[in-house]
């Protein structure tokens, strides 16, 4: 009897996922994580064509069977056997090419004493492709480009930024007050390799310090959508209560997702010493009780931070290539 479960392979990606008998290829691929562009889900758009390089499918708009070498439509299809699509419009994490949008400014709010959550609206979103956890841009004229984590998911029709600002960090500064007067700014994205392009097979340890939850959102609103089935845990650090601008949103993940959990570290809660250099962050991830050999690894913060942890989650026993972060690609060691 032929399986009722077929696995199917993307090119040049080289992403794979599970499709069940009967179910359409498209729904699959977004069970897993995986973008496909999509827009009519009938076979119209044509957005999310591939072209099979292997196996058998069948069109389920005129029951025809698909062969090597025929284009098919991924919401259109159903698997034979197992597959392996030839689309290019699915990239593998990191491999976005990065390029300049004009973005609409929507909203820019203040949501705590020095941070700033800001909504920007691109006018062709789909012409936008990143995967969760990567970075964009504000390109002002005459200015370095400011460098932000994308707070949103692939999914979400605009883009969200958590911004920290005060009057002392200039740069910050700057793309706060342009973004509030300015009804247009100038963005270049994606950037970033520590991001997913699937929902991993592994259990999934998120480490963030300060805004450095920007990315750990993005991540989580992204795995949300999936079918991740894995233990997702939080550890979140800031220095002081008021700087953990959005607990109640973690708190309410942890509410609403049984695979999920929060763990704030701050370093005026009572009994804590918050020694400098992240040590309390690190301390309380180590004492996480994790089976290091078996877990996946994303952290944002400082490069102390980042290597600190890195440093001690490697010799517990974590594999380096399970360690994600975009520290070790934008400030790499000597």
Avoid at 80 to 102: C, H, R, Y
Avoid at 135 to 162: G, K, Q, T
Avoid at 219 to 248: C, F, I, N
Wanted: glycine share 6%; aromatic share 8%.
């Amino acid at each position: 009897m032929a399986s009722e479960h077929r696995h199917v392979a993307l090119l040049p990606s080289g992403l794979v996922f599970g499709v069940a008998a009967q179910r359409d290829l498209l729904s699959a691929a977004a069970s897993a994580g995986i973008n496909v562009p999509a827009a009519c889900r009938n076979g119209v758009c044509e957005l999310c064509e591939a072209r099979l390089r292997a196996g058998r499918a069948l069109n389920t708009r005129n029951q025809q069977t698909i062969e090597v070498g025929e284009r098919l439509m991924m919401c259109r299809s159903i698997a034979l056997t197992d597959l392996e699509l030839e689309i290019s419009a699915v990239m593998a994490a990191g491999n976005n090419q990065p390029g300049k949008f004009q973005a609409k400014v929507v909203e820019v709010r203040s949501i705590s004493h020095d941070v700033y959550r800001v909504e920007l609206q691109l006018p062709r979103r789909r012409e936008l492709s990143f995967h969760a956890g990567q970075y964009l841009s504000v390109n002002l004229p005459d200015a370095e480009p400011c460098y932000f984590s994308i707070a949103s998911s692939p999914s979400a029709r605009n883009i969200e930024l958590h911004i920290q600002a005060t009057p002392e960090w200039v740069s910050a500064q700057k793309v706060i007050d342009a973004l509030t007067s300015g009804g247009e700014v100038t963005l270049e994205l994606p950037h970033g390799k520590a991001c997913l392009a699937s929902a991993p097979a592994k259990p999934l340890l998120l480490v963030a310090a300060g805004t450095g939850f920007a990315q750990m959102k993005s991540l989580v609103d992204y795995l949300r959508e999936t079918s991740y089935d894995q233990p997702v845990k939080l550890y979140w650090g800031v220095r002081r209560h008021e700087d953990m601008y959005l607990r109640a949103l973690a708190q309410q993940w942890q509410e609403e997702w049984p695979r999920f959990t929060f763990l704030p570290v701050v370093g005026d809660d009572e009994d804590n010493d918050w020694a400098g250099h992240h040590d309390q962050l690190v301390r309380a991830v180590l004492a996480s009780g994790m089976d290091w050999s078996s877990v996946e690894v994303h952290a944002s913060g400082s490069p102390t931070m980042v290597y600190t942890l890195m440093d001690a989650l490697v010799e517990a026993g974590l594999p380096e290539s399970a360690f994600f972060s975009d520290v070790l690609e934008y400030a790499p060691r000597a």
